[in-house]
């Protein structure tokens, strides 16, 4: 026992270690004061990644990103964002980067913009694996297109035949696991091996305990080169050789023991795995199955006693799993997928056969494709009926059930997950009464809460989105968010539409509630905003407006003691990670003509994108921001991703010079359906395509989330049912 602490002691040293000498090399000194001033430099760096282009990223149609390894003037870890469509994975280039801070808990310490042509330093040359994996993309055949994606996905961890509705209904049923290689498939190959090397004759070798254990982790190293070094696998693969090497020495080892000693050896030689998504969902799916499952199957041997060994088992190891990696699931997405539990259950026989033969099939595809073509063929037969589960299930109401957002949401999770984990190690009768008593407790809030809010069946926004374009018909309401803080600016005209997008985010407090101007489509909803939420400040155009809508909205206001401030050009504050700045108008509006030219428009920055509020703001107004612009475009502005709220709801009173210097690289319009007004305007249209800049529109969408992933923007949109870029 004192072994294995030191051991384990030993290990959590390493990591630090680890992590505290490779942060202080990939995210030096140098490096911080480049990005934190968002210099120009002449780099070298290297594509790890194929560069990636996608609309909905948000980079503009013309605009590619890649994860990059910088080799001087520093050596570090990030993302280039550029004209990379002639570039190549493994090849390395020089050239002008502008530096922007890259992203918080990961080894993404860079953003950089391609400021210049490229010059090629090194060819890309092709490896072994991408030669094997390019052969069997090339004879992959399947019954369906997305079925043929499936067996790709899960031989070999190619994604990219997969098509995104498909990964969105796997989403929607946390089926994500079965697009790619995961540990499953990592176990069963490695099984296979182990029980087939004793059964081999090669003349007079002998299979020894240690030859077969060096073959199997020859085996176990190659698949994983194969599929990609993801964590899910890295983790499947140290804790299998672990046991293995156990079962070698001819000494026991628990499978807990196994995951915890892999885990760490993994956090070693990488640190930063303990932020990623896959790796934690990997660990924690696998303490449930390794303590959670026992617990359950025995209950449920005792309790339905009717049910058969093996489905009672599957429903188990199915369930375990997703309470333990529920909390962080929760970070992901909101609220629970409610047909989960049966979607796994009815997937999961096909995915061992489907393993199997794509196995198979990447040795035929290079000795003979023709029979591979057949055995991918085959292979697509038992992928076909897991899209019909997703399918199926994805059609039935509420396939997201109703949970707490937020840090409370993650607290009650995490709560439940520990008590069950507690329940299954506890054997005095009383201890497990109190433990029992807890998680039903959680249930229970859970429930009441959820009486009272109703069941939340939107699934269109990621669980970490930033700003969100509520469809509020013919008006704007635009919601930003950043470190637990929230910006409301406008709230559209109908109370009832806005009150119904905040609930759906999960927004409860509104830091600060911009009004524009009081055009009705923009204030009239404020009874739907502000009704069972708290508001701590108001702030309001300071363009003299004497309208009734303008009176009713100060009303609601002051009836509620929320504090207000006018909007004045220069006006500065902080929402979380952002910095605001109001752009215009001016104090008292006296270059304003009407409202829309006197209402409220905002620059909101940050290190990783900033956004442009507009309003109504009109061409002539556009015009003043123009001539004002050395107070507020600066080199950050220009070197960081831009979203701009398009003006007026796309009309054609633009100023597009502006918008040609702001160059933004998404743009959103807050527009009505088959609105009389012609809005968005076809000049306003074309002027935003003829920069590349991709285009949401609440009209074809509906609400519109925007939230970071790993390559950029990733946006989900209500119309579309939560289908993400």
Not at 411 to 431: C, D, F, M, N, Q
Not at 446 to 473: E, P, Q
Not at 638 to 660: C, R, T, W
Request: aromatic share 8%; proline share 4%.
């Amino acid at each position: 026992m004192k072994f294995r602490l030191l051991v384990l002691t030993l290990l959590v040293i390493a990591i630090g270690l680890s992590f505290t000498t490779k942060l202080a090399h990939l995210n030096s000194a140098e490096l911080v004061s480049s990005t934190t001033n968002f210099e120009t430099l002449n780099a070298e760096y290297c594509l790890e990644t194929e560069p990636a282009v996608s609309k909905t990223k948000g980079f503009g149609a013309q605009s590619f990103t890649a994860k990059a390894s910088l080799i001087s003037p520093f050596e570090s870890n990030g993302l280039i964002i550029g004209n990379l469509s002639q570039q190549q994975r493994g090849a390395c280039y020089r050239a002008q980067l502008r530096l922007s801070p890259g992203f918080e808990n990961s080894k993404i310490f860079f953003v950089a913009k391609l400021k210049s042509l490229p010059g090629r330093t090194k060819k890309a040359s092709e490896s072994k694996v991408d030669f094997i994996r390019a052969k069997f993309l090339d004879v992959i055949n399947g019954i369906t297109p997305d079925a043929a994606g499936l067996v790709a996905g899960l031989s070999i961890g190619e994604t990219s035949r997969i098509s995104p509705e498909l990964i969105e209904r796997f989403r929607l049923l946390s089926l994500t696991h079965l697009t790619a290689v995961s540990g499953t498939n990592c176990a069963i190959v490695l099984g296979m091996v182990w029980l087939i090397l004793p059964r081999l004759r090669m003349g007079r070798l002998v299979i020894t305990r240690w030859l077969r254990l060096g073959l199997a982790a020859g085996t176990l190293l190659g698949y994983v080169a194969l599929v990609g070094f993801q964590s899910s696998v890295l983790r499947a693969g140290a804790m299998t050789f672990a046991v293995l090497l156990a079962k070698t020495l001819g000494r026991h080892i628990q499978a807990i023991s196994a995951l915890l000693v892999a885990a760490l050896f993994l956090l070693v030689f990488d640190p930063w795995l303990i932020f990623d998504y896959g790796f934690l969902l990997s660990v924690l799916a696998c303490v449930g199955i390794l303590i959670l499952a026992p617990l359950l199957a025995a209950w449920l041997k005792f309790r339905v006693s009717w049910l058969p060994i093996w489905v009672s088992l599957a429903l188990s190891v199915s369930l375990s799993a997703q309470v333990l990696c529920f909390p962080v699931l929760l970070l992901l997405q909101p609220g629970f997928s409610t047909y989960s539990v049966l979607a796994n259950l009815l997937a999961e026989p096909f995915v061992a056969p489907i393993t199997v033969i794509g196995i198979f099939s990447v040795v035929a595809s290079l000795v003979f494709p023709p029979l591979a073509r057949v055995l991918t063929f085959s292979a697509s037969l038992f992928a076909q009926p897991i899209l019909w589960v997703a399918d199926l299930l994805t059609t039935l109401p509420y396939v997201t059930g109703y949970w707490p957002s937020g840090s409370l949401g993650v607290i009650l999770a995490t709560t439940l997950a520990v008590g069950l984990l507690v329940l299954a190690k506890l054997r005095h009768a009383r201890s497990r009464g109190l433990v029992t008593a807890g998680c039903l407790l959680v249930v229970l809030l859970v429930l009441a809460w959820g009486s009272v809010t109703g069941i939340r069946s939107a699934t269109w926004a990621r669980a970490d989105w930033f700003m969100v374009s509520c469809d509020v018909g013919q008006g704007d309401a635009t919601v930003i968010r950043s470190r637990g803080k929230i910006a409301l600016v406008d709230v559209g005209r109908d109370p009832e539409l806005i009150d119904r997008c905040l609930h759906q985010i999960g927004v409860t407090k509104i830091d600060l509630l911009v009004l524009t101007h009081f055009d009705l489509d923009h204030v009239a909803g404020l009874s739907g905003a502000l009704a069972n939420r708290q508001i701590e400040t108001a702030m309001l155009t300071s363009f003299v407006d004497d309208r009734p809508g303008a009176e009713i909205a100060k009303r609601e206001l002051d009836d509620l003691k929320i504090s207000t401030i006018q909007a004045e050009t220069g006006l500065m504050g902080e929402l979380g990670g952002f910095k605001w700045q109001v752009l215009s108008p001016h104090r008292g509006a006296p270059e304003a003509e009407d409202s829309n030219d006197g209402s409220v428009t905002m620059l909101w920055r940050s290190s990783q994108v900033d956004l442009i509020t507009l309003a109504d703001l009109g061409e002539k107004g556009q015009m003043r921001l123009a001539a004002e612009s050395a107070s507020w475009i600066d080199s950050q502005l220009l070197s960081v991703p831009l979203i701009m709220k398009v003006s007026h709801h796309g009309s054609a009173d633009q100023y597009p010079e502006l918008i040609e210097a702001l160059n933004p690289m998404l743009a959103t319009v807050s527009v009505g359906r088959g609105n009389s007004y012609g809005h968005p305007t076809k000049r306003t249209l074309e002027l935003l395509a003829a920069i590349n800049c991709t285009v949401a529109r609440t009209d074809e969408h509906g609400s519109i989330a925007v939230a970071f992933d790993a390559d950029g923007f990733a946006l989900g949109f209500e119309g579309e049912q939560g289908k993400t870029g």
